[in-house]
């Protein structure tokens, strides 16, 4: 996929207040350009909390020439959502006023506002309608977002892996790793974007212990010794996850992720999570996994219950959350059917 970057010409105002100049969110596709009249049907993908918009990267069973989201066959688009440092404004990028990364001083952005800045994105390229959008996590936030904002816009939508509003489990996680970001000193110090390294380590190894699940960490991290005196594998095991995302991720895009997160609630100022679901005119198809603790199946079987003619499909893992980015086989047989 090749990458491409959009610049906002004029004032991008956030919907808690506050506004920045020159907007920029980078975006990939696939490699030959689309254009108006072009006869290729449109697949965009939403990516989930600390991904990029390479989907090729992220999900690469997937997407790429010759997969299910074939990036020959189809106009394939995945953009990095806002406050993410892969690209797109954000904590990350540079404070005109300061010459400085904004880290703290960046509006508050909500998934409202993402889904906004895709549209413009959209808008650039001459699209009028998305024949397939498909998001998990947040990226699933996106899609239903996206969905009921701009109807006419959307034609088929998968949703994987979500709710249609923050749940006081999800904020209550949220808040965890917040409180794991503040506990490192440096991070509240601002003085850079390796502020709160460390905080960010131990945010990331609770994220993990709601990501996965007991089957799944029993499954992988069994002691190698039987007769081992204090068990080891597991704990370095989320001490590797947290160096692995601290090396490429920093703290403060995190920070915001997850009030983005905190912010999902489709029934804001619309009457209610049923009324504004049931205003979705995309076919849509909706699915949970069986053993996902951070999004247990009830939320997505709410989402397809108040969306005419939506689609509930269950896959099996046991690997919880992360069953979305690991469970291919099962998540392509029931796309598959939905392919433009």
């Not at 506050?18 to 254009?35: A, Q, R």
């Not at 449109?42 to 299910?68: F, V």
């Not at 370095?236 to 991720?249: A, E, I, N, T, V």
Request: net charge negative; charged share 20%.
């Amino acid at each position: 996929m090749t990458q491409h970057e959009y610049i906002h010409d004029g004032i991008f105002e956030f919907e808690a207040g506050g506004s920045i100049e020159g907007l920029k969110v980078t975006y990939h596709t696939s490699d030959i350009p689309w254009k108006k009249g072009d006869s290729r049907k449109i697949i965009w993908l939403c990516h989930a909390l600390t991904a990029n918009s390479d989907a090729q990267e992220w999900w690469p069973e997937l997407t790429g020439p010759g997969k299910l989201f074939d990036t020959d066959k189809y106009f394939v688009i995945c953009t990095n959502m806002l406050c993410s440092p892969y690209g797109s404004s954000g904590p990350a990028s540079t404070d005109p006023s300061t010459g400085r990364p904004y880290l703290l001083n960046f509006p508050k952005t909500t998934v409202r506002d993402i889904v906004r800045a895709n549209s413009l994105v959209r808008k650039s390229l001459g699209i009028d309608k998305i024949d397939l959008i498909v998001g998990g996590s947040i990226g699933g936030f996106q899609a239903l977002e996206w969905s009921i904002m701009e109807p006419e816009a959307i034609g088929h939508a998968v949703f994987i892996a979500l709710s249609a509003k923050a749940t006081p489990w999800l904020n209550a996680v949220n808040e965890t790793m917040r409180m794991a970001l503040e506990a490192d000193r440096t991070f509240l110090q601002c003085e850079n974007l390796k502020g709160g390294e460390a905080g960010l380590r131990c945010a990331r190894a609770v994220g993990m212990l709601l990501y996965r699940n007991y089957e799944g960490f029993n499954a992988t991290q069994e002691e190698n010794n039987p007769d081992m005196l204090f068990a080891s594998r597991a704990a370095s095991y989320q001490r590797h996850q947290g160096k692995k995302l601290s090396d490429r991720f920093d703290a403060y895009s995190y920070r915001y992720l997850c009030d983005c997160a905190d912010s999902n609630n489709v029934g804001r100022g619309r009457g209610g999570a049923e009324a504004a679901l049931s205003t979705i005119k995309a076919a849509c198809t909706v699915i949970g996994i069986d053993s996902d603790r951070l999004f247990p199946v009830q939320e997505q079987k709410f989402i397809a219950s108040c969306i005419p003619g939506a689609e509930y499909h269950e896959i099996t893992s046991a690997f919880g959350h992360d069953g979305f980015l690991l469970e291919n086989a099962q998540l392509e047989e029931i796309i598959k059917s939905v392919m433009p």
